[in-house]
């Protein structure tokens, strides 16, 4: 089965832009979670969808959004970038049960200027 | 509050040497317990997943963990250090309730001296 990907891999934006990251998790996952990875604050949940619900929430402005489609595919949104948005985002997939292991994706390395 | 805690954010060992990455865990019910081990610029990989099955966990690369109850803890172990282990390490915790949040911890980085 092909692993977790999530596109791009890297981006570059400026502060005021809105950015949007793809996650395609693995074939029959249906949870999809993303997190925010800074060497300051470390891995940070943002939140969790399972069969296009969000499901968990973390304690992110409500500028960082997301959404699930269908194909259990992930999309997350930032607007209004600031420059301490920079960071390396991971999205990690799992089938959908609590204790099923998380797989996760190479993540997407924003950088905002 | 469900947490997890490691301690020592950067642990350095010979090559050749004991690996002993800590990890503590609060939980008010029966845990899920996980490792995993970051790359530069990659994601998250698992080492290796408690469940209750079994205290002790084997997983890749010949690292194994012991679920201790009365401890809290969960820490990771390999007899011998390769130069190939020098990455990040991430101790994590699902309560086994109707949470389906998994809780991190904040990594230790591991280096290996030649």
Same mark, same amino acid.
């Given at each position: 089965k092909a692993g977790v990907t999530q596109t791009p891999r890297y981006l570059i934006k400026t502060r005021g832009q809105q950015v949007t990251l793809s996650c395609s998790p693995i074939s029959g996952h249906r949870s999809v979670s993303w997190y925010q990875q800074t060497p300051g604050q470390g891995l940070q949940f943002l939140f969790e969808y399972f069969s296009e619900t969000q499901r968990n929430k973390g304690n992110f402005p409500g500028r960082f959004s997301g959404r699930q489609f269908s194909n259990s595919r992930s999309e997350m949104n930032v607007s209004? &970038?600031? &420059?301490?948005?920079?960071a390396l985002y991971l999205c990690a997939s799992r089938p959908g049960q609590v204790a099923d292991t998380q797989y996760f994706g190479p993540g997407t390395r924003l950088t905002v200027l | 509050a469900q947490s997890v805690t490691q301690l020592g954010s950067h642990v350095s060992v010979s090559e050749g040497a004991l690996v002993l990455l800590r990890c503590n865990y609060s939980s008010s019910v029966p845990p899920y317990l996980f490792w995993y081990v970051q790359y530069p610029n990659q994601g998250l990989q698992l080492l290796l997943k408690y469940t209750? =099955? =079994?205290?002790l966990v084997k997983g890749i690369n010949g690292f194994e963990a012991e679920f201790k109850k009365s401890e809290t803890s969960f820490h990771l172990t390999k007899p011998s250090a390769h130069m190939s282990d020098a990455a990040e390490y991430f101790c994590a915790v699902i309560p086994g309730s109707s949470a389906s949040k998994i809780i991190f911890g904040s990594g230790t980085r591991l280096s290996i001296r030649p």
């Open positions: 209004t &970038l600031e &420059l301490g948005d920079s | 209750s =099955a =079994a205290t």
